[in-house]
């Protein structure tokens, strides 16, 4: 049987005349796959016996690596091992002997250590809380000193995830106008907190800023939003300072904002310094507009987005600043770097065109084990690998949170298969995360080699797009559905060319598909959209739609099941399963009403929906094998004789440890049962 061979072995050649973005995983057959963070944590890990060699060898096996090589959130990373070579060198000595590997940057783009590249960073360009006043004058004296401010209540000892942190503050002098004067701004951090007087004893001049003499009266106590701290508490690591991205931040002295500084920096390292070699970055966390946090959220106390010393929500203008402040960094950045350099995020952030895709850290999410959110996640995904920057590159990172669900004690086989066959049916890679307690290297799943065959790749190229078996069921509808559609009260619809949908200006589009059956305890809706873009929002920017149907589920906390899809100006077909399932609340009946709603006031085009009562059972052939899925909470049995008849296809024969139950070698031509929340991979017999 003739398969598409996977990556090649050591080459001994340098990587440094290697083509960014050139590595083979980005081209290869099916399923891709590389290497989660586990590589990070492994390189130069001195108490996991740990050199060079040893890392190589393990982590050579899939398309390429992904891992946190800098000291933006961790002072932890530039530790070396017996050596003397860091995880950086690791990194870069991969990507020297194996230039077809993919060597990816895992970077914080939500906040850094203060003590990481500081200086490139305008103090204006933090995010705070609405700031505190200070009553009490400084001189410009070094050392600690004890200041008098309005709201002792916000200053603490016990920041942090460690509950160990002082409260870090940026004092800042109030201009003639009232305004903060940003260029007179100097960085303190608590050591003292005395309720009584309602005094703060600072360490003065942190971080390398300067010390500034104060007046009483004339100064603002900015308050970092923070995260963190990450690394290892007995070293009591600082607090992670959040950036600021809105657009209305105060500028430097170069008339610059956060996304000018930080996307210069972060270029000047991929084009002139220590990751010349590597194939981009991850952006972790990041897109988002972060929300108060602890006792600012307790108390109602906002966050001052545009640096004018009072409280804001970061869109003045009715569109977000600060992701509008993102998407200008994700196009600084790849204006720099060019297109042949890969730039990711996670899903959350919107830069289609500009992104070359995202990373699901989970799949759905790492914490649902019953896949509700199987379909939302997916739709989002196919749209990413649409519409994003060439080459599409999203991952699926494999990631499971034991502990988080009373029911399941252990990582599920049929899980990892579920979530593989996610990356297949999304035209994604998969990124190994697992790794079992006895396990001395993190495992190649038998699902990404082809079993005991260890070929990657050994899927080939897709024959055509992921198939629902389910829409091949006659319409519950009857394409009657423009009947059932009842806009809200603000959305104004047209069924002239087409059936277009409008809303009032500051008010979402929202209508409801009256009394949808609802029998099987099943219901899956295919929608079909496009979308006009939103005004003053970026052009790499697209809308969200959201479905409901009163079905009510309780995981961290009761509520309503919402599934997400995006539209833009291009046609896309998404889908949304609702189910009967272990974490409902309350029992369906036999009918609902589907409550849709999407983003901003400017016209959606909806061109077809259809729904269908069964399980949400997906397919998708390759050129040497087949992939099925049923992410539901019921087994179900799927006819292979109709699908493709007279094809015979044979189970992939497991290798000792993972799943030989399900992956015995045996030959499958009529039907194959899979049961719930599980996955199918066959490969084709050739005559």
Known sequence: MGVLLGLCGPCGTSGEDSHPASAAVLTAGYPRACYFRQSEWAAANVNKGYTYPKWAQEFSVLGGVLGKVLNEESPDKDSPDQNGLTKLDYFNRLKAEYPEKLVLLHFNGNARLPTYFRENVFDGHWLYYEPVHVESNLSATPGEAVIHVNQIELFSLTEGKYKQNGTDVCLVRKATDGTPDWFHAEQVTVTAVDERTGTIRVKRGMYGTKVHKFDAGETFAFIHATEGPFGSKGKRPPLLWKYNYSVNAPKDASGRILADTLSNELAALFLHGELQKFDGVEFDALGKIPSPQGIFWKKKIHLDFNGDGKGDDGASTGASEYGMGVQKFYGNLRAALGPDRIIMA??????????????????????????????????????????????????????????????????????????????????????????????????????????????????????????????????????????????????????????????????????????????????????????????????????????????????????????????????????????????????????????????????????????????????????????????????????????????????????????????????????????????????????
Do not use: H
């Not at 295919?526 to 920017?541: K, Y």
């Not at 849709?596 to 397919?619: C, D, H, L, Q, W």
């Open 346 to 687: 996670d899903i959350g952030p919107r830069g289609f065109g500009i992104l070359n895709g995202v990373e699901a850290e989970g799949f759905p999410r790492s914490a649902w084990y019953d896949f509700v959110l199987w379909s939302e996640r997916l739709n989002k995904m196919r749209y990413w690998a649409r519409n994003s920057a060439s080459p599409a590159f999203n991952l699926v990172n494999g990631k499971f949170e034991l502990g988080k669900d009373p029911t399941v004690s252990e990582v599920p086989m049929s899980a990892i298969r579920l979530q593989i066959a996610a990356a297949c049916f999304s035209d994604s890679a998969y990124f190994t995360f697992y790794k079992p307690a006895d396990a001395d290297q993190v495992p190649v799943w038998d699902e990404l080699v082809m079993g005991t065959e260890g070929i990657q790749g050994w899927l080939g190229y897709p024959v055509g797009d992921a198939l629902w078996i389910s829409e091949s069921l006659p319409d519950v509808l009857q394409g009657q559905w423009r009947e059932r559609l009842v806009p809200n009260p603000t959305t104004a619809c047209s069924s002239e060319d087409g059936f277009t949908l409008s809303g009032t200006k500051g008010s979402d589009i929202g209508f409801l598909l009256k009394d949808i059956s609802y029998e099987n305890e099943a219901l899956l809706v295919s929608v079909t959209a496009r979308t006009e873009p939103l005004p003053d929002t970026p052009a790499a920017s697209a809308r969200l739609m959201m479905v409901a149907n009163g079905q009510e589920v309780k995981t961290w906390k009761k509520q309503q099941l919402v599934l997400e899809t995006y539209v833009g100006e291009k046609s896309f077909t998404s889908r949304f399963y609702f189910s009967k399932n272990r974490y409902e609340t309350n029992e369906m009946k036999g009918s609902c009403d589907l409550q849709f709603t999407i983003e901003g006031s400017k016209p959606v085009y909806i061109e077809n929906i259809s729904v269908r009562n069964a399980p949400n059972v997906m397919y998708r052939e390759f050129e040497y094998g087949l992939v099925l899925a049923n992410p539901s909470d019921r087994a179900c049995s799927v006819d292979l004789a109709e699908l493709f008849p007279g094809q015979k296809f044979i189970r992939l024969k497991g290798s000792p440890g993972q799943d030989q139950s399900v992956n015995d070698g045996r030959l499958e031509n009529t039907k194959i049962d899979i049961s719930a929340r599980d996955a199918r991979f066959l490969i084709k017999q050739k005559f």
